[in-house]
């Protein structure tokens, strides 16, 4: 283990959480300015559709990429690289004259990003012992809440005052005093190079354990069970209900207030009285949820369509609190690393996909983004989320 000063260690902690919130925001921030790049480019819902999952899609394939790449390279040269790459991408999506240049640049986006989100945490690994780790790893879960109460909604302003263009020359912005600070604070963190497991072993050992199936199957109906729902709830509420898009940021902000008070107690519940009866009780709420969100026939009024969207948003937040526990204590430590790469591309690529499952559902009326049919996503969604309740039984005796 490396011997760092508190400064340097702080400084470190500070600019993983840092590089974590911008990753997240640029990840999300294409869901709440739906409305806005729809009307400025003129597009359908459906072309939305091709361009959100771009970057998921674009996430996922990399991941497999980078799945041996990760440990051969200085994780530090690694973090430059992966940050330039999703600065440079970010960069080209402001520069974007049609959503054709969208898709592409944000597919240059999400192939870095999709590997540094985890990436961080396998540097706060090499950098930190087990004793530290806690604290220093609390710091970057934190991205989340944070990204919702803040960044999101402070992107939306920018949106409103200036334009859509905005946010992403600001993250991209924001990726060069980073690289600054990694190149001048952070130590050289080399690989080990007696490491050469080859590629096809890993992918084996991560593929070959029936368990190990069941744990991805668990996380990709969680994702399809929120993703085909989630994309399409904003423009529902602005095209179909007339929910005011200068609201749009009220929604992500209260999320993210709430999301960290509610992790905080459905973690402790799920200790108190198992992770799989957790997950199956927040899961029960959620298609109480979905039901209503598709739908919003019970009260004609914002404040009922704001209330809908953040407990919508929170519930899935706080569902992946038990979820990700039971994912992660079903796999073996042995193979844990390479699992959860694994695991992270397939949800990226199940996000994309369910973007296209979501476009697809909605109906879309030509020449409006007004959406027809997005009651099919809800009952697309309570499927899965059916599915994911009764595979998630198989996990119990696992962890």
Known sequence: MLEMSKVQKRTIIAILALI??????????MIPMAPFLIEGFGATT???AYVLSSYSISAGVSGFLWLNVVNRVNY?????????????GTLLCGFAPNMTWLMVARSIAGAFAGTIGGFSFAVLAFLFPPSERGRAGAFLAWGYPIAFMAGIPFSLYLVTVIDWRAPFHLLAFLCLPVLVVILRYFPS????????????????????????????ATN????????????YLI???????????????LVYMLSGA????????VGRLSDSV????????????????????????LWDANIYFLLSAVIFIVISSSRFVPASVLVTGAVPSSIRAPFMSVNSSMTHLFFGISANIAGFLSGAQVGTDTLQTYYYNGIFATVALLLSIYIVGFLRKEY
């Open 20 to 29: 974590n919130i911008i990753a997240i925001v640029d990840f999300m921030i």
């Open 46 to 48: 459906s072309t939305y």
């Open 76 to 88: 530090k040269w690694m973090l430059v690289l992966l940050l330039s790459g999703l600065g440079l």
């Open 189 to 216: 963190m080399p690989v080990d190079s007696s490491w050469s497991l080859p590629y096809f072993s890993t992918l084996r050992s991560v593929f070959g354990r029936p368990t190990n199936i069941l744990a991805m």
């Open 220 to 231: 990709i109906t969680l994702i399809l069970s929120t993703a085909t729902v989630m994309p």
């Open 235 to 249: 423009i529902y509420m602005t095209a179909n209900h007339g929910y005011p898009k200068e609201g749009i940021f």
């Open 258 to 265: 709430v999301t960290i008070v509610t992790s905080v107690i």
């Open 274 to 297: 198992g992770k799989v009866r957790m997950y199956r009780i927040m899961s029960v709420l959620q298609i109480v949820n979905i039901v209503n969100v598709t739908t919003l026939i």
